[in-house]
């Protein structure tokens, strides 16, 4: 029974130990797509103001 009992806490945190990386990689993995999605949006309109102003010019 003890020994049980051991498996058993063992097993609960391992998978206690596995959600939270998951948890913390998930929000790493969040952050790192809207960095870059941020950054790819700027790109998009920093071209569209220079076709735009090159339109404007010629």
């Known amino acids: 029974m003890e020994q049980a ?31 870059r999605r941020d950054a790819e949006c700027a790109l998009a309109l920093d071209a569209g103001q220079e076709l735009t102003a090159s339109a404007d010019c010629g």
Not at 7 to 31: D, N, P, Q, Y
């Open 5 to 35: 009992q051991k498996l058993s806490a063992s097993a609960a945190i391992v998978m206690s130990t596995a959600l939270v990386v998951s948890v913390v990689c998930g929000g790493v993995h969040a952050l790192a797509r809207r960095r």
